[in-house]
């Protein structure tokens, strides 16, 4: 065994779990402060250079923990300037994440899990299957490296990251602790001190967990709706047949009501040709939403091999873009961003040793385009 696998890896420790750290070495919780500062704020690796700290306490921490970030494989960058990462977790598999640029807003789109569960129709990381959860590390250390991707870290310049959205592989409440821990440290002063509207948590719907989401964290919500009615949501969205909207819309409602302000939720509704664009479903939409403070995000549906989905024509967008707004729901249509390294929402695959199997009934999306102008393997 490799020396490293022994030790405590502090990268993903809320300040609260850093604290407990620090009290099971027989040392003060207020460390956890100065550390936090030096691995988030500063980007340092070696507790030798946290120079506030004794000598003695930094030997003791190098013998016993280690600040491990996961290995980026591989980076790409659009056309648009969107870019992806391809980060390999520890056993082999690989996930992705992906910084969107839009003048000031800077959004980092993170990975929760190495593939999905869920197991979404139109979504092509459900495809692959699942084979285990990021660790709290692995999900906070995507955003330290798109940090560390612009040079040296700069406490005091321009942020390079200001919004991360939940929305990479996986779904995040069925990795509860780790992905809690991470957005914690998202939203931590002395960490990455992001607004809690600027962190936003998107989910499918897993009811239970999202009751208790609003006990440990006040992130901001995203739901992915992508149908009106529970017959069509129990086939584009599975866990529909456990949490049907009605529950999920009660639970949405319960989640906005622990938050102390006027924050609303982003329903995200995925656009498919001739499965749930058509002007009923956009009325019967406007009727549900009247129930759930929300603003309505489109999603164009983005294609993949072998998806039998298609993307609808602009009009068919724009058409239930203006029946909803006729409605009274604020509407926004997504912009496709990065498409052309495969960068787009459902798009992200990484590399999945699946355990469901479900992959054997799926021909995997080709990996990495052979475009050589906009990869660049790093190792
Ligand atoms: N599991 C979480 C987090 C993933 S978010 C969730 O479902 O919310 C990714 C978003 O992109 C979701 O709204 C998802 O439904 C949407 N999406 C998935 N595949 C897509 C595709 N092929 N085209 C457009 N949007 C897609």
């Known amino acids: 065994m490799s020396e490293s696998n022994t030790k405590t890896n502090l990268l993903g420790m809320s300040p609260q779990t850093l604290g407990d750290f620090f009290e099971s070495i027989g040392e003060k919780r207020f460390r956890s402060t100065q550390v936090l500062k030096w691995i988030h704020q500063f980007g340092v690796d070696n507790f030798d250079d946290m120079t506030n700290i004794s000598k003695a306490l930094?030997?003791?921490?190098?013998?016993v923990a280690e600040i491990r970030e996961p290995e980026v494989v591989m980076q790409k960058t659009s056309k648009d300037g969107t870019r992806k990462w391809v980060i390999k977790t520890e056993g082999g598999s690989s996930v992705e994440m992906v910084l969107i640029p839009d003048g000031d807003r800077k959004t980092l789109c993170v990975s929760s899990q190495v593939g999905c569960s869920l197991d979404c129709s139109f979504c092509s990381t459900g495809k692959q299957g699942f084979n285990r959860n990021l660790t709290a590390a692995e999900i906070i250390g995507q955003v330290r490296i798109a940090i560390k991707s612009y040079g040296p870290f700069d406490p005091s310049g321009d942020r390079r990251v200001t919004n991360v959205v939940l929305m990479g592989m996986g779904e995040p409440l069925m990795n509860f602790n780790n992905v809690v821990e991470a957005v914690k440290l998202m939203m931590e002063d002395n960490a990455y001190g992001l607004s809690k509207r600027r962190v936003t948590l998107s989910t499918a719907g897993v009811v239970p967990a999202l009751d208790k989401l609003g006990d440990e964290t006040d992130v901001s919500l995203a739901v992915s709706l992508h149908a009106p009615?529970?017959?069509?949501?129990?086939?584009?969205?599975?866990?529909?047949?456990?949490?049907?909207?009605?529950?999920?819309?009660?639970?949405?409602?319960r989640y906005l009501g622990k938050l102390n302000d006027k924050r609303v939720a982003t329903v995200e509704y995925t656009l498919i040709a001739g499965i749930n664009d058509q002007p009923e479903h956009a009325r019967q939409l406007v009727k549900l939403l009247r129930r759930l403070p929300s603003k309505l995000n489109l999603i164009p549906f983005n294609p993949f091999p072998n998806s039998g989905y298609d993307r609808p024509s602009d009009e068919a967008i724009d058409a239930f873009k203006q029946i909803m707004l006729r409605g009274n729901i604020l509407t926004t249509v997504r912009r496709t961003r990065g498409d052309d390294v495969d960068a787009a929402c459902g798009q992200l695959v990484g590399q999945v040793q699946d355990r469901t199997r479900r992959s054997e009934k799926y021909i995997p999306v080709q990996q990495v385009s052979p475009d050589a102008s906009t990869q660049t393997p790093l190792q």
């Open 58 to 63: 930094r030997a003791k921490l190098t013998d």
């Open 229 to 253: 009615n529970d017959e069509l949501r129990d086939q584009l969205v599975p866990i529909n047949r456990r949490y049907p909207i009605n529950e999920l819309i009660d639970a949405c409602n």
